[in-house]
């Protein structure tokens, strides 16, 4: 069954703003992931965040976690047009990775 | 030296035909798994196998038939193809079967059944 749920589903910004993107999940994790897909390709891991942690930075992206809330989010900072793509939530547990719907985002030039 | 490779990269074939395809992780990794990627991007997991040992089945017809000859190959048949069956699936690895370190993908296989 599904378990990340992400919003919005799509999302077009211009070049240099950030994009901020959100997950809900439903039940107990052991981490988040988030993933990067362009596309006709394969999925790339972004970042990973445990569910101890609260907050956790990789480049240009800031990822956070709020298990009281079952939500996270991910910040992309001063975008790029190589930056669109479409971007999956995972959640980890019991050795299974159950991935959302995911999001389109646009960068404009 | 590609990561996770997958082959063929697309497959058109008939309804009822049986066909594999196949993965290779060169990443040492003890977990491997197929995922099927829907029309609408709705990525879901299939199998999972660790050091060769199938740990998660979710639910998959028969007809689909995974084969781990050993911890870096994960093939996957499909017997009796059906429209439904059309699909781009991905193949993956991660290190010692926790999901804690990130999986690397391959670049899919687009299945298409005509």
């Known amino acids: 069954s599904q378990q990340g749920e992400e919003d919005p589903q799509a999302l077009s910004i211009q070049e240099g703003e950030n994009a901020t993107m959100n997950c809900s999940y439903k039940?107990?994790?052991?981490?988040l992931q988030w993933y990067r897909q362009n596309s006709g390709r394969g999925l790339v891991h972004l970042i990973l965040?445990?569910?101890?942690?609260r907050e956790k930075h990789s480049g240009r992206l800031r990822v956070t976690l709020d298990t009281s809330k079952k939500s996270s989010s991910l910040l992309i900072t001063a975008s790029r047009a190589a930056d669109t793509a479409s971007y999956f939530c995972?959640?980890?547990?019991?050795?299974?990775?159950?991935f959302g719907k995911g999001i389109t985002l646009s960068v404009r030039p | 030296d590609t990561a996770v490779s997958q082959t063929p990269k697309y497959l058109v074939t008939q309804m009822g035909n049986d066909k594999s395809i196949k993965c290779e992780q060169n990443?040492?990794?003890?977990?491997m798994y197929w995922y099927k990627q829907d029309s609408k991007k709705f990525l879901k997991i299939m199998f999972s196998y660790n050091n060769k040992e199938l740990i998660i089945n979710e639910t998959v017809p028969n007809r689909f038939s995974p084969k781990s000859p050993d911890k870096a190959h994960l093939n996957l048949h499909i017997n009796s193809l059906e429209l439904g069956d059309s699909a781009v699936y991905f193949c993956a690895s991660s290190q010692d079967g926790r999901e804690g370190k990130g999986a690397f993908f391959g670049q899919g296989t687009r299945l298409t059944v005509v």
């Open positions: 965040i445990r569910s101890n942690e």
């Open positions: 990443l040492g990794h003890d977990t």
């Open positions: 039940t107990s994790i052991n981490n």
């Open positions: 995972a959640t980890g547990a019991n050795s299974k990775l159950t």
